[in-house]
């Protein structure tokens, strides 16, 4: 039978101009799930994200959010549609406070006691933003930055959240706490799809993950069955 799917990629190819940066990718993402992306650089896992949100579009193939064709569909669309984004190297407004940049992450939303409920929300996942509510965004550590973009990505209330390289430059202790936190943000109905190079920590909080290598997906299946296969261990455990 055909499933619907919260998310699902159909043969998916994307293109840098000349560069066929996604060679074919199907994958799919369930409702209350966790699905990780996971690949070394240049796999193509950000222009995976991208072509979810609607920054690139399919040359071809098909990205099907809950039944419906968006391959083509502008990002702030997808935006509308319930899809939100913390794109990686974390892309704060510097000159904004806190508070401004989580109230910018609301900006499709028209229900100021939803707004005003998500706020308190991502403070109490993120107590570090509360205190520090009217500091420039700029003035934050990289770890605080990288909250401030999960919390901005949460104001737009998703259905399906999609996290590009959370834990990228973070100190080990806010890894974990990241990585917690993405957990929490699961448990409260939030389905995700989380892009890592730690492979090891995302297959440690995801449910499903699919690797990509070059473009293409190489090797797919339930997180702690990746977890143990030979392949992802030698080539992103850095096992030998
Ligand atoms: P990383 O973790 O390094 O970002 P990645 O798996 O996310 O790796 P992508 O950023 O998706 O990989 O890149 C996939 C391929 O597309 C790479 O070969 C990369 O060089 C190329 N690429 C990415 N962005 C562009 C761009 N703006 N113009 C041209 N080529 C690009």
């Not at 950000?46 to 419906?68: C, D, M, N």
């Not at 707004?115 to 990289?142: C, H």
């Not at 806010?174 to 799809?193: A, D, M, S, Y």
Request: proline share 4%.
């Amino acid at each position: 039978g055909t499933r619907e799917h919260m998310l699902e990629l159909r043969n998916v190819h994307s293109y840098y101009g000349a560069i066929h940066a996604l060679k074919g990718i199907s994958l799919t993402v369930d409702r209350g799930e966790i699905v990780t992306l996971i690949g070394s650089n240049g796999a193509g896992k950000t222009t995976t994200i991208r072509t979810i949100s609607g920054i690139l579009h399919p040359r071809e193939g098909q990205v099907i959010l809950e039944g419906r064709d968006i391959s083509h569909t502008p990002a702030y669309e997808i935006v509308k549609l319930g899809v939100a984004q913390s794109p990686e190297g974390r892309r704060i407004f510097p000159r904004l406070t806190v508070l401004e940049n989580l109230e910018m992450g609301a900006y499709t939303r028209n229900d100021p006691q939803g707004i005003a409920e998500d706020l308190e929300r991502v403070f109490e996942l993120f107590p570090r933003l509360k205190e520090r509510r009217n500091q420039q965004g700029g003035t934050l550590s990289g770890g605080e930055q990288q909250m401030l973009a999960i919390g901005r990505a949460l104001m737009a209330r998703p259905k399906l959240l999609l996290l590009d390289e959370p834990s990228m430059g973070l100190a080990p202790v806010l890894v974990e706490t990241i990585f917690e936190t993405i957990v929490e943000i699961n448990k409260q109905g939030t389905t995700i799809l989380l892009v890592e190079q730690n492979a090891l920590m995302a297959l440690e909080v995801a449910h499903r993950g699919y690797v990509l290598q070059t473009g293409q997906i190489v090797l797919e299946g339930p997180a702690q069955e990746l977890a143990a296969s030979e392949m992802v261990r030698k080539a992103y455990l850095g096992e030998e």
